[in-house]
């Protein structure tokens, strides 16, 4: 037999790590460092070059 569980503590910690959970998957997707957001910015940059020098002038 296990010991007593109080269900609203129980079910407010699973809140907490669902939160936590989703806190950190946005952390990775959303925060990089400055030199990231510059090396992402230089290389959209540089593709976006790229890709106006091969349209057709019409």
């Known amino acids: 037999m296990s ?3 109080n ?3 129980a079910r407010k910690d699973r809140a ?5 959970r989703e806190a950190d998957a946005n952390a ?3 925060s990089r460092t400055k030199a990231e957001r ?4 230089a ?3 540089r ?3 790229i890709l106006e020098g091969h ?4």
Not at 16 to 20: C, G, I, L
Request: hydrophobic residues 45%.
């Open 3 to 5: 010991g007593i569980v």
């Open 7 to 9: 269900l609203n503590r």
């Open 16 to 20: 907490r790590a669902e939160k936590r």
């Open 28 to 30: 990775a997707k959303f």
């Open 38 to 41: 510059l090396t992402e910015a």
């Open 43 to 45: 290389r959209a940059a």
């Open 47 to 49: 593709e976006a070059a």
């Open 55 to 58: 349209k057709r002038e019409e």
